[in-house]
């Protein structure tokens, strides 16, 4: 019993067990699911292929955005829905510098690692945009990230002139690296993005003391300023920081196909960064969080839908299911529901008690 | 002090964020002083428009007429148009919009964007209250239409349909000029069909469900896959117009080892997600390769990868639709109301960089 507590009570609990529910279901249905070949792709190079390597490349946009929305989460104790309108806007900045005004560039007019710089930082002052709105003016994060949600996708056509800026292979065949493979390296590259994004959230969390003042925040804020923290301070900074996943995500998006959308890019992916969050067991009211949850919660999405693709599940089906998911976890947070669990928990466990006395 | 600084910064985003919904707002309503008043009235008077009383909407036209008639020989029109980021289409079809409806040509236009119905709708009664002389709409959904247009009609404000239909009355309208998606979807099948392959394994991306173009181009394939025994579907899904689930939904046939030589995207982003999908996979694709690859649209970079022999077909959906409604305004009623304009189909055997200048959108 005891030890049955201690697992069902560990946060890694929730979405580990939801990984080992769709394995199973997998292995059940299709056991291909788990099969992964060595391709030739069409530049020459042998890559690896498969639904588990489709899952961890698809996943990385995902795990970039849960980190930074669990530290929003945390400290603000409301969600950034603006995230996907933000990536398009990141996206066509980083189009933006590469392409000049020419939607069809011969060559690239900048270097790519400037064009990414540069997106880092405007996404960076759209998250201080909305962590301002809540931070200093205490406007519910829903709401205040709302502005962006419906602006965004209209600045990200602005920037670019509501052209659609394409980058051919023969202008730069490094761009398509970043959501594609580098010759030579059979994994995909979002890959390796989204873990030296994590290695270097989790450096973060170890050797500074982010992860300590953003859960004080959102636990109490006021108890935390009287300890000499400055609460606006950190949501700020929880939201900037955001802005730099949400860039590095939209970099991948982009570089995937080689030219962007603005109405469709990264569509709804804030619900699938919010549901990350949640399925990683962290309170949607903010307070303590665990990263590696968040992050693992974001694959075990990806894992869900390519399941759902694999399943022929029409597409437009899809939030219908994760929106079960989503429902679940949140009723199952909600504290009356604890508190219910609790006191039922408690109750079989007196009835036990009498039981083995008498 | 540091909130001063965070609260001038903020201000500052602000003003981005203004002067960014105002470089879409400011250019199509190039706000003429004179009718500026009128335009004020009715408005205030909106929520009651909520409810469709086209008796007083009636009334306060022959009151109002004469101020209408002094803001000068410009025609009025209220364009109601989808969200022009949707797609390289809807961006051309607005800048050609854009560039019909000005001033040098005789019009003052007023533009609404959305696409959602309801805002739609919304935004036609407002253009219905605010008096202009002709409504220029492309319905983001076929139903509901019947009581605004029935408003239209009792204030005498004249509407033309264009690059969508709806489910309404013909009389409700003047002209509708569309393309016709169930013929693209059969130029592009019948193409298919004389490809000769011995069996067509299709994956068949679809737009989003219920709209013109996905019913359209969807019809003709699915009946040419009923009747022929070698025709097969491998997959059928929608994308939703979008080029990454496009790519997760080939990704998924390409790991599940299912055969297949057809993709029939429904747009040429989505052509584009499966190409990138076929990539990964070195899963040759274009002419004379093993995969046949169709989109839609003719999008530029589309019709070049059709040149470059990566792609095998385009379908034209013509988005250049204001000079057959300037036409009509003009010109008068035209007998036939359903007005279908010319549109291609490329091969990439065929296609010459002419064909890529003049039609690439």
């Known amino acids: ?358 | 002090m540091k909130r001063r600084v965070i609260a001038s910064m903020l201000a500052a985003m602000m003003a981005v964020a203004l002067t960014a919904c105002g470089g879409q707002a400011a250019a199509p309503a190039p706000a003429e002083p004179a009718p500026a008043p009128a335009a004020e009235e009715p408005k205030a008077e909106e929520p009651k428009a909520e409810e469709p009383a086209p008796a007083p909407a009636a009334e306060e036209k022959t009151e109002e007429a004469a101020p209408a008639a002094d803001a000068g020989e410009l025609i009025r029109v209220g364009i109601i148009n989808n969200d022009p980021n949707e797609s390289g289409y809807r961006t051309a079809n607005d800048a050609d919009m854009k560039k019909m409806f000005c001033e040098e040509n005789g019009y003052e236009a007023q533009f609404a964007y959305s696409l959602k119905n309801d805002e739609q709708i919304a935004a036609a009664q407002n253009f219905i209250q605010d008096e202009v002389d002709y409504l220029l709409l492309s319905a983001a959904d076929t139903a509901g239409w019947d009581s605004v247009l029935q408003d239209a009609q009792a204030a005498g404000v004249k509407v033309i349909l264009f690059d969508r239909t709806i489910d309404a009355p013909e009389d409700l309208y003047e002209a509708s000029i569309v393309s016709d998606m169930a013929k693209e979807g059969q130029t592009a099948v019948d193409w298919l069909a004389s490809q000769g392959l011995d069996e067509y394994n299709v994956i068949h991306l679809q737009g989003v469900m219920g709209s013109a173009a996905q019913q359209g181009r969807s019809g003709a394939l699915d009946e040419k896959v009923a009747a022929e025994d070698n025709w097969n579907i491998v997959n059928q899904q929608t994308a939703e117009w979008n080029a990454e689930k496009a790519q997760q939904i080939v990704q998924s046939v390409i790991d599940s080892g299912d055969k297949f030589n057809v993709i029939y995207a429904e747009n040429d982003d989505m052509a584009k997600g499966a190409v990138a999908a076929l990539d990964a996979a070195g899963i040759s694709h274009g002419v004379d390769k093993d995969v046949i690859v169709m989109g839609f649209d003719c999008n530029k970079w589309a019709l070049e990868e059709l040149l470059a022999g990566n792609w095998n077909y385009d379908g034209q959906c013509n988005p250049f639709q204001a000079s057959y409604i300037d036409e009509i305004i003009k010109n008068g009623t035209p007998a036939e109301k359903v007005i279908i304009m010319d549109e291609k189909g490329f091969d990439a055997k065929t296609i010459t960089q002419e064909d890529v200048d003049t039609y690439g959108i």
């Open chain 1, 1 to 358: 019993m005891n030890t049955l507590k201690k697992i069902t009570s560990n946060q890694m609990f929730i979405p580990l067990a939801a990984l080992l529910l769709l394995i199973i279901f997998n292995l059940i249905m299709d056991p291909g699911f788990f099969k992964i070949n060595l391709v030739q792709n069409s530049a020459g190079n042998y890559v690896f292929s498969g639904y588990l390597i489709t899952i961890l490349d698809m996943g990385s946009e995902l795990a970039i955005l849960a980190i930074g929305m669990t530290l929003v989460t945390a400290a603000s104790g409301g969600q950034d829905i603006s995230v996907g309108a933000v990536i398009a806007i990141g996206g066509s900045v980083i189009l933006r510098v590469l392409c000049g005004t020419d939607p069809r560039p011969e060559v690239l007019k900048a270097p790519i690692i400037v064009a990414f710089l540069i997106s880092c930082v405007v996404c960076m002052i759209f998250g201080a945009f909305n962590g301002a709105l809540v931070a200093f003016f205490r406007i519910q994060p829903m709401v205040a990230t709302l502005i962006m949600y419906t602006a965004g996708r209209s600045i990200a056509a602005w920037i670019n002139n509501n052209t659609l800026p394409v980058i051919s292979p023969a202008a730069s065949e490094t761009f398509a690296y970043f959501g594609g493979f580098i010759p030579g390296i059979p994994i995909p590259t979002p890959v390796f993005i989204a873990i030296i994004c994590v290695i270097i959230t989790m450096l973060i969390l170890k050797f500074t003391n982010l992860g300590l003042y953003t859960q004080s925040v959102g636990i109490n804020e006021n108890s935390s300023r009287l300890n000499g923290l400055n609460p606006e301070f950190i949501k700020l900074m929880a939201f900037v920081l955001l802005g730099l996943c949400v860039a590095v995500a939209g970099l991948i998006k982009v570089s995937r196909i080689s030219t962007i959308n603005y109405s469709v890019i990264a569509k709804d992916i804030e619900m699938d960064a919010i549901l990350a969050v949640a399925l990683g067991g962290n309170a949607l009211s903010g307070g303590k969080f665990n990263m590696i949850a968040s992050i693992l919660g974001a694959y075990v999405i990806q894992f869900l839908t390519t399941t759902l693709y694999k399943f022929k599940v029409s597409a437009d089906a899809l939030p219908a299911y994760k929106a079960v998911v989503v429902i679940f976890l949140v009723v199952m947070s909600a504290p009356i529901v604890r508190d219910y669990l609790e006191q039922l928990r408690k109750k079989m466990a007196a009835s036990r008690k009498e039981a083995a006395e008498s």
